[in-house]
């Protein structure tokens, strides 16, 4: 697929003499500089979910907490950790 765009003169003439210094063709120049713009095509699409799929979720990962072993409060503590 091809897509044309008509460009402002002055910015046609910025384009083809960044093309040249970068010894580029402008065509492939031009689709780089868009391309760069979309840094999200390569992205995973966002699923939209529903307020009650979002609370079904929410609870289907509380289902086993109340298993969890309470722990002392010094199990939290910075020199805990090291």
Do not use: G
Not at 25 to 45: C, G
Not at 47 to 63: H, I
Request: proline fraction near 9%; charged fraction near 30%.
């Amino acid at each position: 697929m091809m897509i044309q765009i008509e460009l402002k003169p002055e910015v046609e003439a910025q384009l083809l003499a960044e093309a040249k210094t970068k010894c580029m063709e402008p065509s492939v120049y031009a689709a780089n500089i868009i391309e760069s713009a979309y840094p999200h095509r390569h992205r995973m699409p966002r699923l939209s979910r529903k307020p009650a799929e979002v609370r079904e979720w929410l609870d289907s990962l509380t289902q086993f907490s109340d298993r969890i072993p309470q722990l002392p409060d010094e199990a939290f503590t910075r020199e805990s950790f090291y």
